[in-house]
């Protein structure tokens, strides 16, 4: 059987596309990513490995988390998906995901977070409050060399509600220090870096 | 001197985490990056690339590609529209009758689309005369080997780096007397060590660009660079007679190695000439792993001897770099390499440490995150672990004696000395990241597990590392102080604050950060501070966010442009309010008298009505700061199967000042990736030295490691308010994982009870080292 059309739900609004190969239609090997980005400017999913193996194309079809890049969008005819840009309610404001990202500065160049918290919002929907595990398994599939990966989980447990699951311990060595010197506001800032104050100092 | 003594500020915002400007877009996938561009009537630019190592192109015959509809223009070295000069030094056009690696540009075509590019690519036909190839800078070396260059007789490019080194060409630490150095010292160890496999960086956004031909020789860039300023001044320099205009946007992955993306601009600018379109070019992920920059080979053969009190007496040795088939400045990251050496071993008198760049029949070997200094390090260290087993040292107590402190000298990438002035306190740094890791209950002595239980044995390691070019290349910037229209009070305050200065956010957050120190020297909300959009043109010049430079060159400017503009506003102000300037102060863009705050003018009021107020601040470059990072891994090693797993890893600094907390979190995180760690675990490019390519053509066989194998990290950070500039802070994201490549490989070593010092520790090494294989 041959599809003259499909039609995608994509943020709860229809699209329908004529399959073919003229210009401005869907071919028959077009990806959901491709279809995403240059047919309707939703540019959030990313194109980065091309086969599936980064998850920063991840996206929701159906409540399930997949990678566009390895999905035909012919093969979505009557599926509902959910990308990144569907995730901010205009009334209700940002998903809990994308506001405890934003807390807990969980992402660093940006070009993977979209799909990382596809990933997590697909888990979140299944299981209110996954486990660590649960969590970093469902992120497997998820490649970040910026090194997120610390913040990512501290915000997604913090979510879950799991408390004993902090990977980074950050100290700060003035955190450590009983009676730090007080310190007073100075008009006139000593040209030197390391002197010492004496007693015939004014400051 | 006292940790304790030293005086902390209590800023309002400096030291504390703020939203980055751009996370509500970037959770929102709303931020833009290269690929989510486009500029009206673009073309979509593919590159025929070459399959041999080295060969002579005999022909090409490009007509079909040319006749296929919808294809715009074929490029070739035969009919470039410019000759695209590559290399630093230049010794090759960029498309030549000759190719040097697998994987470099023989066509470039230019399409309607990337389907029809693709297709045309199988239409041209090229005849090659393959040449015998080399893949090692040693070999390239020995008479005899295939010679890649006529610029570069027998393979070994000129020394030094002219744009760095104005006193003449540096590529040597030569002072003392080595001989003397060897005499007094108690233990010696030489050795040749590799750190040789050239691995990718791997961002994940390939390195991406659209270029504009607009006429008279200028050019309009749109790239995913991870600096405007340096990009513009590498096209320059390889299209000589051409001006460009750079603009980028948020960048995918940076880690030092899209900066420039030479080939990619040129080849894009080379289309757009032919078709007087602008033409968008984005590399797949199989040309980024395997035709694009990777890190420098390293081979080193060296010497060094140490005391019985732990302090190295003398450096002997030589290092080739291989640069893979083009030489792009690699002078500069030999300087910063040779110069980390001196940081580490900073009590050393004795030196006689040369260098060669050699090309080779490899990939392209470029800038990546630790700039030479990774690629040294990881070779010398490996030597100070050999001797410092003679010595049955513990590393801690060696590398907290013999790093560079107050007023030790040290030649770095300009050839020039400097004492440094640093912190005081780096060894302390060290010893309470140590503590926090748990190193002294751990460390158990060379080449002897921490524990074993069953076939799993458990080892320690650590490294130091760090770099003076934080303060490295100029920067300025423009502050201004810009009344809201009709006096109006959004948000509170009548004003708000522009940042012009070039900063490209490649995921460091230094962008928020210039809006967060200026908010500090104004006392204002940081919401009334914006940046202006990154690019070339109409910004004061900044290099951008390169070696860890970002915090002092960007940051430093920034505020001295606040202060200049807080100045002329106390002054305008005192003259109004007839006060001293002394007696005043400025909160919430007001500013008041201090003691009778009723008397007050908002700032809106002091400039002619609807004029800002303007401030300017730079930076000059110096290297006389050194950082320093030291790192500690845990790691256990399966003695069957010879996997190793990263257990547990620490990492500590003197900042000076942490100018936010949770970027600074990032950045000691960030070593884990940008190939730094694993290359000494797994992470490695494989070259099929049949035809030169690279064999990990996707991100299914590029290994890298997942979300379920990150260890516990510790980060430990003292802030001794170092005199850098206004806010005492120092960068360090750069060499943060620099010294964690030779950290795993000790951690391995003592793990399986011997030493290793190939790079990356892989199951089959570790199990030749235990004599299983």
Known sequence: MTKESVTLTINGIKYKFSVGDGRGDVAPAETLLETLRTKLMMTGAKESCGVGACGCCAVIADGDALAACMTLTVEMDGKNIVTVEGLEDAKMGLDPIQQAFIDEYAFQCGYCTPGIIMVAKALFNRKANPTPEEIKEALAGNYCRCISHYTVLRALNKLAGNTDAELSNFVRANDLIKDPVPVHEEVYQSPYAYGHVCRHSLD | ??????????????????????????????????????????????????????????????SAAEALEGV???????????????????????????????????????????????????????????????????????????????????????????????????????????????????????????????????????PSVIARFDGDDHYTVWASAGSAHIMKLYLEAYN?????????????????????????????????????????????????LTSYEVRLGSVMEAKIGMNK???????????????????????????????????????CEHWDMDSKMVVTNRQ????????????????????????????????????KKNYVGHGDKYQWRDGRTYRGRGSFFFPEAMQATADQFGWAEKWKGWLKPTSVNGTKARGVGMGVIGNADIQEDNSEAIVRIVPQLDGSNVGGGQCFVIVETDVTESGMGQRSNACKVVAEVFNCPTEWVSITPS?????????????????????????????????????????????????????????????????????????????????????????????????????????????????????????????????????????IGSACLDTAIFEECCLDKT???????????????????????????????????????????????????????????????????????????????????
């Open chain 2, 1 to 62: 001197m006292n940790y304790r003594d030293v005086k902390q500020p209590n800023y309002r915002h400096v030291g504390k985490y703020m939203p980055r400007k751009e996370a509500k877009d970037i959770v929102t996938g709303k931020a833009t990056f290269l690929a989510d561009f486009s500029v009206p009537h673009q073309l979509y630019a593919r590159t025929k690339r070459s399959p041999y190592p080295h060969a002579k192109i005999v022909k090409i015959d490009i």
């Open chain 2, 72 to 206: 715009h223009a074929v490029v070739t070295h035969e009919n470039t529209p410019f000759a695209a000069i590559l290399g630093y030094p230049a010794h090759r056009n960029m498309l030549e009758d000759k190719v040097t690696s697998t994987g470099e540009p023989v066509a470039l075509v230019a399409a309607e689309t990337m389907e029809i590019a693709d297709a045309a690519l199988d239409l041209i036909k090229v005849e090659y005369e393959p040449l015998p190839a080399v893949y090692r800078a040693d070999e390239a070396l020995q008479p005899g080997a295939p010679e890649l260059y006529e610029r570069f007789p027998g393979n070994e490019v000129d020394p030094g780096c002219p744009y760095f080194q104005p006193d003449g060409p540096w590529w040597q630490i030569k002072r003392g007397d080595v001989e003397q150095g060897f005499k007094e010292a108690a233990f010696v160890a030489s050795d040749k060590i590799e750190f040789n496999e050239m691995p990718c960086p791997a961002a994940p956004e390939a």
């Open chain 2, 240 to 288: 000589p007679g051409s001006t460009f205009d750079i603009n980028t946007f948020n960048v995918g992955g940076c880690y030092g190695n899209k900066q420039a993306m030479v080939v990619q601009a040129l080849s894009a600018c080379m289309l757009s000439v032919a078709t007087r379109r602008p033409v968008k070019l984005v590399l797949s992920k199989a040309e980024q």
């Open chain 2, 309 to 347: 009190d732990g302090l190295v007496t003398a450096v002997q040795g030589m290092w080739l770099v291989d640069n893979g088939s083009v030489c792009n400045g690699t002078g500069g990251q030999v300087g910063v390499g040779l110069g980390e050496a001196q940081l580490v071993l900073a009590k």
């Open chain 2, 364 to 399: 392209q070997a470029g800038v990546v995150r630790g700039y030479g200094g990774q690629e040294l390090n990881s070779c010398l260290e490996r030597l100070m672990c050999a001797v410092m087993q003679e010595g049955n040292f513990d590393p801690l107590e060696v590398f």
């Open chain 2, 535 to 671: 690019g070339s043109k109409y910004n004061p010049s900044n290099f951008g966010l390169c070696g860890s430079r970002g915090t002092i060159t960007t940051l430093k400017p920034v505020s001295e442009a606040a202060a200049d503009a807080r100045r002329q506003a106390l002054e305008i102000a005192a003259h109004k309010l007839e006060r001293p300037e002394d007696q005043l102060y400025m909160q919430d863009m007001v500013i008041y008298v201090r003691d009778t705050p009723e008397i007050n003018i908002p700032v809106s009021k002091l400039a002619h009505r609807e004029l800002s107020i303007v401030g300017y601040g730079k930076h000059v470059e110096k290297f006389d700061v050194p950082s320093c990072v030291a790192v500690f891994i845990e790691v256990e090693v399966d003695l069957e199967t010879g996997h190793t797993e990263v257990v547990k890893l620490a990492g500590g600094s003197d900042l000076g000042q942490i100018i936010d907390s949770k970027t600074v979190e990032m950045q000691m995180h960030g070593g």
């Open chain 2, 691 to 773: 035809n030169g390519r690279l064999m990990a053509a996707s991100m299914i066989d590029y290994k890298w490691r997942t979300f379920n194998e990150f260890p516990p990290f510790e980060a430990h950070i003292m802030e001794s308010q170092i005199d850098t500039f206004m806010f005492k802070a120092l960068g360090v994201g750069e060499v943060s994982g620099a010294a964690l490549a030779s950290a795993a490989l000790m951690a391995i070593s003592n793990a399986i009870g011997v030493s290793i010092k190939e790079y990356p520790a892989t199951p089959a090494k570790v199990l030749k080292a235990l004599g299983k294989a």
